[in-house]
Nanobody, 123 residues
């Protein structure tokens, strides 16, 4: 399974971006999905996750209330709407397929990773 993320770019603080991540095919099982990010010099961190059904979503405290994750299983695509962006949101954002139907907050809970899309928030 290959994942390709789209939608990164340069935006001013307070602005919005919408990321999408398309999988090349179904994995053959019902998997949760997640978004992680990695800022320069920092470790990769969990941002948001969504269950296979889309009925359960999870967010890191730093983005809760500003970011919204969603998915369209018919299109094998997961989305993340990012509003009220802050300079500290600057990072490369990665999407990933979870090992189970529920997302994990740790990177080891994922089996497939996209190549990343860069988000830069200017002040």
């Amino acid at each position: 399974v290959q994942l390709q993320a789209f939608g990164g770019g340069l935006v001013q603080a307070g602005g919005s971006l919408s990321l999408s991540c398309a999988a090349s095919r179904r994995t053959g099982s019902n998997n949760g999905m997640g978004w992680f990010r990695q800022a320069p010099g920092k470790e990769r961190e969990f941002v948001a996750g969504i269950s296979w059904t889309g009925g359960s979503t999870y967010y890191s405290d730093s983005v809760k209330g500003r970011f919204t994750i969603s998915r369209d299983n018919a299109k094998n695509t997961v989305y993340m709407q990012m509003n009220s962006l802050k300079t500290e949101d600057t990072a490369v954002y990665y999407c990933a397929v979870a090992l189970s139907s529920m997302p994990s907050v740790v990177a080891s809970g994922y089996r497939y990773w996209g190549q990343g899309t860069e988000v830069t928030v200017s002040s």
